[in-house]
């Protein structure tokens, strides 16, 4: 089958992945674009894995301050090389972060960084609530389990959909942009500030 520019300059829009990479998945895929998308994800991932051990010690810090100057957020991403510090693309992907966060408000990076006090606090609730719909007791962890789980989802940044495309996660933002750009890169902290709201 072959496979027309206009094919390849389509899903190279829609992933911002190079022309050649795009090709080939489109061939791989038999011109499907939908699946061309879902290869070169599971190849991104890959790549991605195979750069998570990598030095992070470059980067930048931004600030984001939302229309109406009610709402800042700094954000601290590290790459590999100065270099890519000061490629469009990775601070793209800096911008996409902070305004995100401005968004979203998530309590942390990464779920392990949770206040072990507020999962706690979380399940206890959560296990009230279903016991006060006489859910059978077999059931109640399962449902807190699932409760917990929405939990992370909504309060982890890497675990939210991403604002600008709630189809992929901002862990998958995160992977194709090490894939495109090909450094490791880090979420490494961010503090959100809310006019009249203490931290």
Request: aromatic share 6%.
């Amino acid at each position: 089958m072959e496979i027309t520019a206009t094919q390849v300059k389509e899903l190279r829009n829609r992933t911002g992945i190079g022309m050649m990479d795009c090709k080939a998945a489109l061939i791989e895929s038999a011109g499907d674009i939908d699946k061309a998308i879902e290869i070169l994800r599971k190849k991104g991932k890959a790549k991605a894995e195979k750069k998570a051990d990598r030095d992070v010690s470059e980067g930048v810090i931004w600030s984001y301050i939302h229309p109406g100057n009610k709402i800042g957020v700094m954000v601290e991403v590290n790459c590999e090389t100065d270099f890519v510090a000061k490629n469009e693309g990775f601070l793209e992907f800096v911008k996409d972060i902070a305004m995100h966060i401005a968004a979203t408000n998530p309590a942390a990076i990464r779920r392990e960084e949770i206040d072990a006090e507020l999962v706690a606090k979380e399940r206890e609730i959560y296990m009230e609530q279903a016991r006060s719909q006489n859910k059978p007791e077999h059931i109640l962890e399962r449902i807190v389990d699932g409760k917990l789980e929405k939990f992370y989802q909504e309060s982890c940044l890497l675990e939210q959909a991403f604002v600008k495309d709630p189809q992929k996660t901002i862990k998958d933002y995160l992977t194709e942009t090490i894939a495109r750009i090909g450094e490791n890169i880090n979420i490494a902290r961010f503090v959100r500030f809310q006019l009249g709201e203490a931290k």
